[in-house]
């Protein structure tokens, strides 16, 4: 099971911290990331972490502005968010890449329920 939180809504500008609890699962096997889809819109990769290996990966329009990372004690993973802009409202969705590596969407086979960010101008 995967149980996104932290969205909310902030100002454009502002910082938020996602969090992604894991469970019934070996945690340090997989890579978990995080993807965002607006209504009409395709899926966007926003960004990764391999447990495995540790390695990150964020998309073009988040670089430098959001950061990934884990708590591996805890099975969890944080998306920093900072600097945020109106165009980064969306749902946010974390999912499981079964092969611990990350990415394009169909590397990952579990997908939990999405949390609501909103950036106001």
């Known amino acids: 099971q995967l149980q996104a939180s932290g969205g909310g809504l902030v100002q454009a500008g502002g910082s938020l911290r996602l969090s992604c609890v894991a469970s019934?699962?070996?945690?340090?096997?997989?890579?978990i990331g995080w993807f965002r889809q607006a209504p009409g819109k395709e899926r966007e990769g926003v960004s990764c972490i391999s447990m495995r290996d540790g390695r990150t990966e964020h998309g073009d329009s988040v670089n430098g502005r959001f950061t990934i990372s884990s708590d591996n004690a805890k099975n969890t993973v944080f998306l920093d968010m900072n600097n945020l802009k109106p165009e980064d409202t969306n749902v946010y969705y974390c999912?499981?890449?079964?092969?611990?590596?990350?990415?394009?969407?169909?590397?990952?086979?579990?997908w939990g329920q999405g949390t609501q960010v909103t950036v106001s101008s």
């Open positions: 999912a499981r890449a079964r092969l611990g590596i990350c990415g394009p969407a169909y590397f990952f086979d579990y």
């Open positions: 019934g699962f070996t945690f340090d096997s997989y890579a």
